[in-house]
């Protein structure tokens, strides 16, 4: 059974950048999960792909956009990077209900 | 609005001393309380869900209870391995899996 991966693991931008950072959910889950989690805090949830449809979103502005794909696996895009927009970010995938499967993060850091 | 509170925020252990951990909630028609474990620089690894008031699960050397506003990590006899960082997570309203994450308490462990 394959895990949830992500990549890159570690990238820098700079402020006005635009990134993407991609995610493979694990086998035999449908619904993709974004979380940003700044340096000593909690994850914050970001929003969820189910379906390829987007199905829940946070506090987030929309320079925060994302993807699912049909086999599951999702893309997260972040337009005109700020500083504060540095962060852990956490894809995680599951099934409807229930626990979350989380990957080892893509740290980004914005100069 | 809907709050996840952990404490303490950062504890530190002698190897073999017991202590617990807490987490308190306010969200209306809680839909399970989950914890995790987080490895620095690592994505957080799932625990335990509890369901109802009186629940209790275990595994190894931690206790998870629930009560109707908080729960308790509770580690027994604790092993430098258990060094991590514990974070509790809620569903939002009407969600099954996406969550409110507290900030976490950061447990150390000294031989």
């Known amino acids: 059974e394959t895990g949830v991966t992500q990549s890159p693991t570690h990238l820098i931008k700079t402020r006005g950048q635009q990134v993407t950072l991609r995610c493979s959910s694990q086998?035999?889950?449908?619904?993709v999960s974004w979380y940003q989690q700044a340096l000593g805090q909690g994850p914050q949830f970001i929003f969820q792909?189910?379906?390829?449809?987007?199905?829940g979103r946070g506090n987030f502005p929309p320079r925060f956009s994302g993807l699912q794909f049909p086999n599951y696996s999702s893309e997260l895009n972040v337009n005109a990077l700020e500083l504060d927009d540095s962060a852990l970010y956490l894809c995680a995938s599951s099934l409807e209900v229930g626990e979350l499967f989380f990957g080892e993060g893509s740290r980004l850091t914005v100069l | 609005e809907d709050q996840v509170t952990q404490s303490p925020e950062a504890l530190r252990l002698q190897e073999g001393e017991s202590s617990s951990l807490n987490c308190s909630y306010t969200?209306?028609?809680?839909?399970?309380l989950f914890w995790y474990r987080q490895d620095p620089g690592k994505g957080p690894e799932f625990l335990f869900t509890l369901y109802s008031a009186g629940e209790e699960k275990e595994k190894e050397r931690l206790k998870a209870t629930l009560t109707k506003k908080e729960s308790f990590l509770h580690i027994t006899a604790p092993k430098p391995e258990d060094s991590a960082t514990y974070l509790c997570a809620v569903p939002r309203g009407g969600t099954g899996n996406q969550f409110y994450f507290g900030t976490g308490t950061s447990l150390t462990v000294i031989p």
């Open positions: 969200v209306s028609g809680l839909r399970g």
């Open positions: 792909y189910y379906r390829e449809e987007e199905n």
């Open positions: 086998s035999g889950h449908n619904t």
